[in-house]
């Protein structure tokens, strides 16, 4: 399949079963902004709780905390945001559309080509505005490169002056350095020692796109994990491995996967190191970054003058912190794209023939929106009610869909396409045999169960 086109599908699919679509559509959206509908705020939800799960509840050194988005505008100069929160843009003289300078390296390119005409009429042909075509001439269509603030300014209070000015937070990373000691003291941690948070930030990018790749507001999932400066190069290591080991487990493809190394000079100014995590999206030539992983040093606690003293050794010191980052909605994309697959001709089967193009979500059950589907084999009302019942009983554990319009087969197809991995049906033999068919998503496998063991086969199954 062309990569462009299983992002449209992609696309398609996310607005017409409820994921994700432009939030305030009715009025033409607004650039950046997405809402997650039912299945796709189920979704979400999954991928935040597995990670909450696994980096903060399952882990002794590391607690949670849920800060304020906005907060006292010191805590943005403090840490570097209000004077350094900004990209150099150039900006299109004809249509206005701003784009970031890295993306234009290759203007620089122009000047070898100084000399060659022939070359520097070809290079030309090929530099047009994305936006509106207009082709580069130095100095004439893009502007000189400027900075323009990525944060996104409000007002607390009734008046809008500059004493009440103040930020959406564009990273959750500072609400937790700010919190160190406080969170320190009530948990009374010891070096080295995590806080973790969840939650949304907000970032007036210049050029928004790829879907949810990169939005204007968004979550992140963030640690500050504080260690010895002695220790920062293997703490650095292991949270490098851990968090591409919960992109595996939860079934991401390896061979999708890759780690990218900043070099030295490209590094933002308060990191020594920083590794990122690369998935092979279907767009940036293939890769971009999924999540960072970055040894910020002692550069934020110093900028908020807090420090640390160790109660055994006595010893005082600065901790060096390293940050695995990662986005909730670059998470899900990847997920879902990972788990994108289209099988020709459908996957029938006796019960279910046809022939049309299927499509199947293969996400990890953990991450599935809908755990289990129950539909009854016909809509009459002996079945129904049954299988209404079933439902009933599996909702307070698993999220359960019930579906019985339309035939078997499509209403499989209706499943595997937004990822359910369990469908039961009840037939007329289940109102005999009181059991159930069972079946799994992925192998096809059909299982009968006794309806009185259906919870408890679902959940060995669906490891809840
Ligand atoms: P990029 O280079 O793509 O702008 P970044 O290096 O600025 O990202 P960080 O500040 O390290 O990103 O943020 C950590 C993570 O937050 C990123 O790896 C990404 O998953 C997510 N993220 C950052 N900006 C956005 C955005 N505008 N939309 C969606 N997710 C984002």
């Known amino acids: 399949m062309p990569e462009t086109t299983i992002m449209d599908k992609l696309i398609s699919l996310c607005k017409r079963r409820g994921f994700i679509f432009p939030s305030g559509e009715m009025y033409g959206g607004l650039q950046g902004f997405w809402d997650f509908g039912p299945l796709g705020v189920e979704l979400k939800n999954n991928i935040k709780r597995s990670w909450w799960k696994r980096f903060v509840q399952e882990r002794g050194d590391i607690v949670g905390q849920d800060a304020a988005i906005i907060t006292n505008p010191k805590v943005w100069e403090k840490s570097g945001h209000v004077a350094g929160f900004h990209d150099a843009l150039v900006e299109c003289k ?112 210049i050029t928004p796109g790829n879907f949810i790749f990169r939005s204007r507001e968004f979550e992140q999932m963030e640690i500050e994990y504080f260690v010895n400066p002695k220790d920062d190069e293997k703490w650095f290591k292991t949270w490098v ?13 390896k061979e999708n996967l890759r780690f990218f190394e900043q070099p030295k000079k490209e590094l933002a100014h308060y990191s020594k190191a920083t590794t990122d995590i690369e998935y092979k999206f279907p767009f940036d030539k293939g890769w971009a970054e999924l ?33 695995p980052s990662a986005g909730v909605d670059r998470a899900a994309l990847a997920f879902l794209l990972d788990a994108y697959h289209e099988v020709e001709g459908g996957r029938s089967t006796t019960t279910e023939s046809n022939k049309e193009q299927e499509t199947v979500l293969r996400l990890h059950k953990d991450l599935s929106p809908v755990k289990v589907a129950v539909l009854p084999l016909s809509k009459k009302q002996q079945l129904s009610s049954v299988a209404q019942g079933l439902a009933e009983q599996l909702r307070k554990k698993f999220t359960t869909a019930y579906d019985e319009v339309s035939s078997i087969g499509r209403r499989y197809r209706r499943q595997d396409e937004i990822g359910t991995p369990y469908c039961v049906t009840v037939d007329f033999d289940s109102l005999e045999d009181k059991k159930v068919t069972v079946r799994d998503r992925d192998t096809m496998k059909q299982d009968r169960v006794a309806t009185g063991e259906l919870v408890e086969y679902l959940s060995e199954k669906l490891n809840i």
């Open 241 to 253: 491995d851990a968090s591409y080991q919960w992109f595996t487990d939860l079934g991401l493809k």
């Open 94 to 205: 004809k249509c206005h559309k701003r784009f970031r300078k890295e993306d234009f390296d290759s203007i620089s390119q122009f000047d070898h080509y100084k000399n060659d005409i022939k070359s520097r009429k070809s290079f030309l042909s090929q530099m047009k505005c994305p936006y509106c075509l207009a082709e580069v001439q130095i100095g004439k269509i893009f502007t000189e490169p400027k900075s323009f603030n990525l944060m996104f300014k409000t007002f607390v209070g009734p008046t809008e002056d500059t004493a009440s000015e103040t930020y959406l937070r564009p990273e959750t990373a500072q609400n937790i350095f700010v919190n160190f000691d406080t969170v320190r003291q009530s948990m009374r941690l010891k070096v080295p020692f995590g806080i973790g948070q969840i939650g949304k930030a907000f970032r007036n990018e």
């Open 291 to 323: 999540m960072g992983i970055a040894n910020r040093t002692d550069y934020d606690l110093k900028a908020h003058g807090l420090t640390y003293r160790d109660e055994v050794s006595k010893d005082e010191f600065v901790p060096y912190v390293i940050e």
